[in-house]
């Protein structure tokens, strides 16, 4: 494993633009995102981190129950996986089958928008808003048990306070979970 510098965007800073693939065969692109929807979440995350695991029920739910007020999740690959095969472009589709999926999964191969947002462990939360400024970064919540009620929701309650107009009051946590593994 390498160590690589990251660019960390900060919060209150524009999230960096991005176009990658996604495994419905689909270039996606952050900024149709944010012309179609109030807000954004962009989630590191990759196929075979325990953490991610323990989520990924939490999240699918995170998704349907704010998508209809006009969120939507992306979850981003940025694990390298010229040295571990199950963080593959086809082992994506297939983690997304496997759970389900309700959001999109896209593959940062290049690693550039993963650096460029700052990610180094999964999953992070990244909460932009509709002029594509971040918001919150960090943990999902303060649980990473399979637990249905964390202390807390870091990053509902940052959707619900920016949907309703009000100050986010944790706009940052540290993210807890695998480390990211970078490119030679």
Known sequence: MSVLKTMDTRIEKYAPDFELPG????????????EKFRAVGV?????????VGLYIDKLKKLQT????QGFTLIGVNGNIAQNDPSESFDNMKAF?????????????????VTRSFGATKTPTAFLIDKDGVIRYRGQVDSND?????????????????LFNGEE?????TEALGSSLVWRN
């Not at 495994?23 to 944010?34: A, C, F």
């Not at 989630?43 to 953490?51: D, L, W």
């Not at 129950?65 to 209809?68: C, P, R, V």
């Open 168 to 172: 986010i009051g944790v706009t940052e």
């Open 96 to 112: 997304a089958r496997e759970y389900r999926l309700n959001f999109p999964y896209l593959w940062d191969s290049t690693q550039d």
């Open 65 to 68: 129950e704010l998508g209809k």
């Open 145 to 161: 048990q399979e637990q249905d009620t964390p202390e807390k929701s870091y990053l509902k309650n940052a959707v619900t306070c």
């Open 23 to 34: 495994i419905d065969s689909q270039v996606h692109h952050l900024r149709r995102y944010l």
């Open 43 to 51: 989630i590191s995350m990759c196929n075979r981190c325990p953490y």
